[in-house]
């Protein structure tokens, strides 16, 4: 292998000396003039010697001026340290291209020069390639790019505005995918009226009652093949609740689909409107959860009562999110409900928007649909009469009765902590009682200060008047 060969960048001639022997200096001087738009000779002290230009539109934009002036003053300000990088680089490995913005009279044209050595005087030959074209190509591809991004902004917020219209309308609605007979789509009066969160990805055939599946998936053909096909009743899955479909085919892309609209059948939306008009107008906040413990159904007051705008925002959300204290008080709830089927009047609390609690009493039933695994869970809110014991904005509990009403309501800590100031309180009003109201000798008896004495009264709201404290510790 020849030793000059050394570069794995390039690859050079084996043997120059015999291959340019006796090149003509005219023959060599159009062979570098062609080989690029403009070639430049560089003296030692950075003036264009000579020049030589092969691209027609650097010809007529002027180029010719350049000859005889230092390279330096031929370019733009901000690429002269650029060209005095080239005149100062040693030419120790291979050239490398520099990109530098050329004047002419027809204003900057941006330019690639390769420089080599060409002589022992410091002479260089500068190759120089018009970039004019390279640069519209790229501004070009990045007006491509950005029209296409502007497009996928414009195909997201699209699909966004899709999915807001699909997931809040009223009635209930599925895409099934024809071919598969699978659900892709259900928007959130889907899942209330038929009682489940998964569908999407279920076979559409399983909504509905066994009964009744051939029909459906006879109806899906019907609606692949023709363009008005009529609604058909059906019974949902579970529940057994008669339901009117009817549905309209479209295609996306080769795949074919049918939006399928569910509503309640004749002879039993005048009942369901009716109670879902007086559970509404009922004053205390009612809750239905699924089997899965999600919020399927409620009113306006647990609405209220949970400081929340939309309903959107509570239904799908784990009851136990609002209700009781986290992994207390909704285990208790549903294990007294499993083991006796309803719960009355228990001292829970309700937790709010934003993150207040409301003391409350609950009464629950739990209830299975026919044909369904699981229970349902009704609930109803009452506000108590009296604020629950053991809150800290109220007196503490004044005897031992009090004491024990505050389990389940407070943890152990604090009920603790209650018990403590009970006894102090008990303890000082004994002593008070055996001293005939004289401070200072209860002070004695109970091992304290005056002053201790004084700040506890205080404390347990024990303290007079300073005229009776005067009069009782004489």
């Known amino acids: ?6 570069s794995p960048e390039a690859i050079p001639f084996l043997h120059p000396e015999e291959a340019m022997g006796g090149l003509p200096s005219e023959l060599a001087a159009r062979v570098v003039a ?27 934009a002027g180029a010719e001026a350049w000859r005889g002036r230092p390279w330096i003053e031929t370019v733009e300000p901000d690429s002269r340290n650029k060209v005095l990088e080239i005149l100062s680089e040693t030419p120790t490995g291979p050239p490398r291209w520099r990109q530098v913005n050329q004047l002419t009279d027809h204003g900057e044209i941006p330019m690639r020069w390769l420089v080599v050595p060409a002589g022992a005087d410091g002479r260089l ?11 519209g190509l790229q501004q070009r591809f990045l007006a491509a790019q950005q029209a ?30 024809l071919r598969a007979r699978l659900v892709v789509e259900a ?126 925002e509570l239904r799908g959300q784990p009851l136990a999110r609002f209700v009781g204290r ?29 993150g207040q609690d409301v003391d409350v009493e609950l009464s629950a039933v739990a209830a299975a649909r026919d044909g369904e695994e699981g229970r349902w869970i009704g609930c109803t809110f009452r506000t108590p009469a009296e604020p629950a014991p053991g809150r800290r904005d109220l007196p503490s509990p004044r005897s031992v009765e009090e004491l024990t009403r505050l389990v389940g309501r407070m943890s152990l800590k604090e009920i603790v902590r ?29 091992g304290l200060s005056r002053q201790g004495l004084y700040l506890k009264l205080h404390r347990h709201g024990l303290a007079r008047d300073p005229g009776e404290e005067t009069s009782s510790d004489s």
Not at 125 to 135: E, F, K, M, S
Not at 267 to 284: C, H, I, M, N
Not at 427 to 444: G, V
Request: hydrophobic fraction near 50%; charge should be negative.
């Open 418 to 446: 209650e018990s403590t100031d009970l006894i102090e309180r008990l303890c000082i009003e004994a002593a008070l009682k055996c001293a005939d109201n004289n401070r200072a000798s209860a002070a004695e008896i109970l």
């Open 34 to 60: 062609l080989a690029s738009d403009a070639a430049l000779v560089v003296d030692a002290d950075g003036r264009i010697r000579d020049l030589a230009v092969s691209h027609p539109d650097l010809a007529a």
């Open 125 to 135: 030959i500068a190759l120089g390639r018009d970039l004019r074209a390279d640069v």
């Open 326 to 354: 986290p992994g207390i008080d909704w285990a208790l709830i549903e294990r007294q409900l499993a083991e006796h089927g309803a719960l009355r009047r228990f001292p829970t609390q309700v937790r709010t928007r934003f």
């Open 187 to 312: 928007n959130v009066a889907a899942r209330t009226l038929l009682g489940r969160d998964d569908l999407v990805g279920r076979p559409v055939a399983q909504l509905v009652a066994v009964e009744d599946r051939d029909a459906l998936l006879s109806f899906l053909g019907a609606v692949s093949v023709a363009d008005q096909v009529p609604p058909i009743d059906l019974r949902a899955a579970g529940s057994g609740q008669a339901l009117k479909v009817s549905g309209l085919h479209f295609r996306e892309g080769r795949s074919s689909f049918a939006l399928l609209r569910m509503a309640p059948a004749e002879g039993t939306s005048a009942s369901r409107t009716s109670l879902d008009w007086l559970l509404e107008q009922v004053p205390d906040p009612f809750v239905l959860a699924d089997p899965a413990g999600q919020v399927a159904e409620f009113n306006g007051a647990f609405l209220e009562l949970t400081g929340y705008a939309r309903a959107q």
């Open 1 to 6: 292998m020849d030793a000059r060969n050394t």
């Open 148 to 177: 296409v991004e502007r497009e996928r902004l414009r195909l997201r917020q699209a699909e966004a505005r899709y999915r807001l219209l699909f997931g809040i309308a009223a009635e209930a609605m599925l895409i099934v995918d």
